[in-house]
């Protein structure tokens, strides 16, 4: 089935119900689904057809997830891009995924202009804050737009997952598979969804947040958008108060960041069931503390981009203060429908208990990288797609992550994964946040480098620190360097950059000049 018509299906069930809210702007499923068959009309009538790559750039709108449709609709191939990025680089993203159309934001006019510049797009461009509402006005009267046929096989969407120079990594997401992420996250994460529920969504929709929402749409749910385009705590908690917020996915640096505001406190946030977190592992202090302040609603799922967050789970029943009663530091099982392994160097399945590179196999894994033989050879062994993470699985089939492949470091012929060591330093009650990387020495080949931020009002100096690592850490994986800062660099999507962490604490002079010269 072409996953256009999953908003055709909700229009026909409930017309009238809300599909988008923004501020005092409702838009129903019966108008948001109609404004996407003009839009797929408009795109049609411009030449795009059956696996037609588009670029889409564009803040969180409410007419970008109704253009992501209309694309599907016509048969096209969606393009999203991170808004943060500059013009020239998701002009270059346009060039490397060979897209057709363009469909921007006239907010981004640099952006805009960029695309033009490149040519690919040509005159077929949908600009939302310019043509766009002229578009939908001249093609409403061409009624319901009937959908491109499509096979399983068929891409929907280019998803971008590294970066954008060079050859970026993009994988290739069927319509087939998508359909089958969308019931095991429905299934899985939320459990029961309907009409009756009320999504909130505080991350970029050209990534995990337009999943989520669209796994709304197939149970025609409320999806409700922040204000603007940062993110704002205190406006978090008040739309989930007047929405009735039942559901919410973001990354844990933000699950910190609403718990620990004092907004948190001055609204009521009973309505929420089941807010998902994932793109890295919640330390375990994070985690006390919003279950102290929330409940037993946290749900987490470990995936990636290219097997599209199906890869592990660890449901809220899971989840306890006690942590005689929960698998501290696991991040859960196989989703529904999918394996996991432990996979040694030979790429064959290690017993459990033993540390091994993460992989995965089933419906969820994408059809492979676009272009990009290399990295689908890198990608797939023996039937498995490594995803580059480093764990062990338990008896119970309990996944527990130790690190990147790319974090890890040799130091004195010991591999050293920041994950465990930063997890300890934030048992400090001082310590806010954390970030550890491997950067060269001249006596033991590679050393730890940590990034620290403190706790407000808190005093804390490196001779004490380093007093209290003394007594936790084991010398050999104890970071040589310690450097206090502000605050960590984080992506568009909340995410700590690690790459960010070592190339500031070299240029900082925070570690020696053998780690800059190396």
Not at 53 to 62: I, K
Not at 342 to 364: N, Y
Request: with cysteine; aromatic share 8%; proline share 4%.
């Amino acid at each position: 089935m072409n996953l256009g018509h999953f908003l055709t299906q909700a229009a026909a069930r409930r017309g009238d119900h809300p599909a988008m809210i923004r501020g005092n702007i409702v838009r129903s499923y019966g108008e948001m689904n109609a404004r996407a068959n003009a839009i797929a009309h408009a795109l049609a009538r411009m030449g795009i057809g059956k696996g037609d790559r588009v670029l889409m750039h564009s803040a969180n709108e409410l007419d970008y997830p109704e253009a992501m449709y209309a694309v599907w609709k016509a048969g096209g191939v969606i393009v999203p891009t991170n808004f943060r990025l500059g013009p020239g680089e998701i002009a270059r993203m346009g060039v490397a995924a060979g897209a057709k159309a363009f469909v921007g934001n006239a907010r981004f006019a640099d952006h805009v202009t960029a695309v033009r510049d490149a040519g690919f797009a040509g005159d077929r461009e949908i600009i939302i804050g310019g043509n766009y509402d002229d578009l939908v006005a001249a093609h409403k009267a061409d009624g319901p737009f009937r959908e491109a046929e499509v096979d399983y096989s068929d891409p929907a969407w280019l998803f971008f997952t590294s970066g954008t120079t060079g050859n970026p990594k993009m994988a290739v997401l069927t319509h087939g598979q998508l359909a089958f992420v969308f019931n095991n996250h429905a299934a899985d994460l939320m459990p029961g969804l309907s009409h009756a529920d009320a999504s909130l969504v505080i991350a970029p929709l050209s990534h995990g947040a337009g999943l989520h929402l669209f796994i709304q749409i197939t149970r025609c749910a409320t999806n409700v958008l922040m204000s603007g385009d940062g993110f704002d705590p205190a406006e978090a908690w008040a739309l989930i108060e007047k929405h009735r917020i039942s559901n919410m996915f973001t990354v844990p640096t933000i699950v910190k960041r609403l718990v620990e505001h004092e907004a948190v406190h001055e609204h009521d946030h009973t309505s929420l069931r089941h807010l998902i977190y994932a793109g890295a592992p919640m330390y375990r202090a994070d985690q006390k503390k919003a279950l102290d302040v929330l409940g037993p609603v946290l749900v987490q799922y470990f995936g990636m981009g290219e097997v599209t967050g199906a890869i592990a789970w660890l449901p809220a029943d899971e989840h306890s203060l006690d942590d005689g009663a929960m698998r501290v530091g696991s991040c859960g099982f196989a989703r529904m429908g999918m394996e996991l392994a432990i996979l040694d160097e030979a790429g064959e399945p290690k017993p459990a208990g033993e540390t091994g590179v993460i992989a995965t196999r089933g419906p969820a894994v994408c059809a492979g990288y676009y272009n990009n033989d290399a990295a689908n050879d890198e990608a797939f062994v023996n039937g498995w797609f490594v995803t580059g993470d480093v764990g062990h699985l338990d008896e119970g089939g309990y996944l527990y992550i130790t690190g990147r492949q790319s974090d890890m470091y040799i130091s004195g012929g010991s591999n050293i994964y920041p994950r465990e060591v930063e997890e300890k330093l934030l048992e400090h009650d001082g310590i806010a946040e954390v970030a550890i990387v491997g950067v060269p020495d001249a006596e033991w080949g590679e050393v730890g480098a940590a990034a620290v931020v403190v706790e407000a009002g808190t005093a804390l100096d490196v001779a004490a620190l380093r007093a209290w690592i003394a007594e936790h850490v084991p010398r050999y994986k104890q970071p040589k360097h310690i450097a206090f800062w502000d605050e960590l660099p984080k992506s568009g999507y909340g995410k700590i950059e690690k790459k960010t962490v070592k190339a500031r604490l070299i240029e900082t002079g925070a570690v020696p000049a053998v780690a800059a010269a190396q």
